[in-house]
């Protein structure tokens, strides 16, 4: 009875040393599990019925939690099957003086197979991988729901993290992506948003400037994509109602006091964007 016990207890810790979650793009998670200090938030987003712009990308985090020297495998896919291109890529570590965050982005393919210790930079008392995914949604699939699962194989186990995505009518023009000088890497992982945002609210220019691939360059694309589909909506909406809706979604009344200064956005969690970004997709 004993032994049944222990055997009981060590199968418990396996499961709880395992996991896989599905985060917001500013929701970085780090070597031990945890979103990072500067990206906290009271109340982060649950990820289970993203919405999701055509002619566009949608990313999101993978945290990978896994006992070590345990090889998984990760996949992911759609039903219907193909309704999405989907790109995966590790998030490395970068060590600040805040601690470890997931930054620069090499592409894996899928399946992925992953383990730990992460042999080319190693951790101390690492447990979890962090991996950037990249949905392309195209212009002509039709506005309906379709299944994204993110599933874990490890060991005979599959660990799934199902989500019901909502294809919404709008459709994103198509861009170019500019180079720009982004906020460091331990700044919030919202900051990145800051230049486009700022760009349609106060006419502000970016400093342009060649980036590697990494999490920041994401999202200030993300962002791009956002922004090029208000400008679409100008002749429509009327940019004054623009900038005071998208205003008002993100929590702020005055758009001087953004175009002055960072501080308006500093003051909201890190997810105050994403407000912003589902009354756009609704227009």
């Known amino acids: 009875m004993h032994y049944r016990r222990v055997l009981l207890f060590l199968l418990a810790a396996l499961v709880r040393a395992q996991s896989l979650r599905v985060v917001s793009e500013f929701q970085r998670v780090d070597p031990f599990g945890q979103v990072v200090n500067a990206d906290r938030t009271l109340r982060p987003r649950e990820i289970l019925s993203p919405a999701v712009m055509r002619n566009a990308f949608a990313s999101f985090h993978i945290a990978v939690t896994v006992p070590p020297r345990t090889p998984f495998f ?40 992953g383990s730990l210790p992460y042999l080319p930079l190693p951790i101390e008392g690492q447990n979890t991988l962090s991996y950037w995914l990249d949905v392309w949604v195209p212009a002509r699939i039709a506005v309906d729901r379709v299944r994204l699962e993110v599933l874990m194989k490890i060991g005979s186990e599959w660990v799934m993290y199902p989500m019901e995505v909502r294809v919404m009518p709008a459709v994103a023009p198509t861009i170019e992506e500019h180079p720009a000088a982004l906020p460091p890497v331990a700044t919030r992982a919202d900051a990145s948003v800051y230049g486009p945002f700022r760009n349609f609210l106060c006419a502000a220019r970016e400093t342009g400037r060649d980036e590697r691939l990494t999490v920041r360059r994401m ?39 953004w175009c002055r200064s960072l501080l308006a956005a500093t003051e909201l969690g890190t997810e105050w964007y994403l407000r912003v970004r589902d009354w756009l997709y609704g227009q």
Not at 83 to 110: H, Q, R
Not at 230 to 253: N, Q, S, V
Request: glycine share 6%; proline share 6%; aromatic share 8%.
């Open 219 to 257: 999202i200030h694309r993300n962002a791009l994509q956002d922004v090029a589909l208000a400008r679409a909506l100008e002749p429509r909406l009327g940019k004054d109602f623009l900038h005071r809706e998208m205003l008002r979604r993100a929590g702020g009344r005055d758009a001087s006091v």
């Open 74 to 113: 990760l996949f992911v896919q759609t039903n219907p099957e193909n309704s999405f291109e989907i790109a995966l890529y590790e998030a490395l570590y970068t060590k600040t003086d805040a601690g470890w965050i997931p930054d620069v982005l090499a592409p894996v393919k899928l399946p992925c197979l």
